[in-house]
């Protein structure tokens, strides 16, 4: 079984401030690993992905996180937010097991509020 | 290149009628999954559908159905609708599978009275 833990459900911050949103999960298996932002009354939207090779990936909007496969997290980073950063972030792993196909499992969110 | 798209966006309905929502993915695209999003339980999986045949299950009552066409297109469907069912509906689609980036449409939001 995969699961995934987002350790804040919320987190402010003012406009230009760096950011953190921290993610951790657990897998007996090999992951994929992916960071989707969701906006109001919308559907989510991939910020970046981890597939294989360099630890550090890199994203849209200027985000990026990092895969600690000892420390099994994702934690997704950004140096500058803007306004239009304030959204849902979402954490989600990708797994397969045995015989069975992969799953997508999410956390349960991150809800970014960027102040002016 | 059209996205997802999810038909109706916003739906009411009464306790105990059925309800099906409809779902066209990406051009291309085998792979279609969904998911229901609320405030406390977050986005949990319902199924994926892979070539008209379903690859995986969520631990959903069997109220919970889904199907693929041919043109990939899917239907899910909720029969006997409770309170509980009040959600949003997401549907995503890839090339192959949930180990691709999935690309998520903006959603059903039923309202059950």
């Known amino acids: 079984a995969q699961s995934v833990t987002q350790l804040d459900s919320q987190v402010p911050v003012f406009e230009e401030a760096p950011v953190e949103l921290r993610c951790n999960y657990s897998?007996?298996?090999?992951?994929?690993l992916f960071w989707y932002v969701q906006y109001p009354n919308q559907g989510l939207q991939l910020l970046l992905k981890?597939?294989?090779?360099?630890?550090l990936v890199k994203g849209i909007n200027g985000f990026e996180a990092e895969f600690n496969k000892s420390q099994t997290s994702f934690h997704l980073r950004k140096p500058s937010v803007h306004i239009s950063d304030t959204a849902e972030y979402f954490c989600a792993v990708s797994g397969h097991s045995g015989g069975s196909n992969y799953k997508l499992t999410f956390g349960k969110g991150t809800l970014l509020t960027v102040n002016p | 290149k059209a996205g997802v798209t999810q038909t109706p966006r916003y739906l009411i309905k009464t306790r105990g009628q059925q309800v099906t929502l409809s779902c066209s993915p990406i051009?291309?695209?085998?792979?279609v999954s969904w998911y229901q999003q609320t405030p406390g339980q977050g986005l949990q999986f319902l199924f994926e559908y892979f070539s008209e045949t379903q690859r995986n299950k969520g631990n959903f009552p069997g109220r919970f159905s889904g199907r693929q066409f041919s043109n990939s297109r899917s239907e899910m469907n909720v029969s006997t609708l409770e309170l509980g069912d009040s959600a949003l509906y997401l549907c995503?689609?890839?090339?192959?599978?949930?180990?691709?980036?999935?690309?998520f449409g903006d959603g059903t939001r039923l309202s059950i009275l």
């Open positions: 051009s291309g695209h085998r792979s």
């Open positions: 981890y597939l294989s090779g360099s630890t």
């Open positions: 995503a689609s890839s090339q192959t599978g949930p180990n691709q980036p999935q690309h």
């Open positions: 897998s007996s298996v090999s992951v994929y």
